[in-house]
């Protein structure tokens, strides 16, 4: 599988078509610095790019309005805002996270790098040499170290990014805005691929991808008035790689529940703790306009046990909502809307054979029945 370049186009001001380096090209379209859509453009490389004609398809979207009236918005955010950033022995990837925070159009009250249990000092040293808040947290877990950070900080506004990040310079301006703006207590933004290099870059991005659209989005009491019937589909506010979080979230709905995530089930902290927000009568916000450029996993490997943990996350965590709320949608999905889902998928395959949709199933389906085994193993855990 060849690798997919990447092209950023303004198109208030559409540049000269570029030369196709590849024979696919993802093309993303932006207002000015407000995203607005993206397209798969397909060629023989060394030819331009027809950017008019991608550019059509996007002339009379809502997302053009939406990002037009975002440019036109010149408020400037009035509450303080913290960044945490959580990290485990990954120094050289923090040094260039922590680079973009530089450039911020709104800058963080402060910066609070959480060295989650690194075996070295090279952590430290880099949050040093950055002039950022260093926070030691021994015991492994990134919900550990979110609930540090959490802690530690300072301000109204707490925003969590992860280490592997680039972080557009309006990211946390428009974070902010977006809590100031009406009565939500988290909000997500847009994370977009910093790069399409590998095999397992362009099939996490395929089919795992962390974008959830170019519109904005709302999340209230009608979202999540089906968590008593089906589950409500919590991960699709947005991705623990770009969300922030008002101090009076943490105040209502506690800390992240720390048997979830990297270093315990395996993810899906921060999808339950937006469900437990929710829970509370609390509303999440999606705001595609506050950008992040992730580097997804380069290796096959590294993605597949991404997989496994992700669906181990995600059962342990249907089994935590219930636990928490008493709503049976979650026991539904658990136990039958996800096996009737991946029975289908592996008749599928049977019939069709391995195809690039179903390369991971014997992952998702064994992590899946390891984070209901693990979640019964951890039922009594205390809470933070």
Known sequence: MSRIAIEHIDASAMPP???????????????????????????????????????????????????????????????????????RDRPDVLRECLASLVHQTYRPAEVIVVDNAS?????????????????????????????????????????????DVRLHPRWLERLTL????GDAM???GLVLPAELETEAQILFETHWSFGQGYMPRRFDESFFAVDRHTGSEVWKIGAGASMAFHRRAFEIAGYFDERLDVGAAGCSGDSEYWHRVLSHGGVCVYDPAAVAFHVHRREIAGLASQIYH????????LMVQHERTGNRGNLRRAFAIMPRYYAGRALHRVVRGQRPDNRFLRQEISGYVAGLIYYWRHRKAPQP
């Not at 407000?34 to 991608?54: A, C, F, K, M, S």
């Not at 992700?310 to 965590?317: L, S």
């Open 119 to 163: 075996v070295d000092d090279r952590t430290r040293h880099v949050a040093e040499e950055a002039g950022v808040v260093y926070v030691r947290e021994d015991r492994p877990g990134l919900d550990i170290a979110r609930n540090s950070g959490a802690r530690r900080a300072r301000s109204k506004v707490i925003a969590y990014t992860d280490d």
């Open 310 to 317: 992700y669906m181990r996350g995600h059962a342990a965590a």
């Open 186 to 188: 988290a909000v997500t």
């Open 17 to 87: 078509a570029p030369v196709r380096e590849t024979a696919r090209t993802l093309v993303v379209f932006w207002w000015q610095d407000v995203p607005v859509g993206q397209v798969i453009d397909e060629g023989r490389p060394g030819e331009p790019i027809d950017l008019q004609r991608h550019w059509q398809a996007f002339t009379s979207s809502p997302a053009l309005a939406r990002a037009r009236e975002v440019v036109g918005d010149h408020r400037r955010p009035t509450l303080d805002a913290s960044v945490v950033i959580c990290t």
């Open 178 to 181: 977006a809590l100031e703006a």
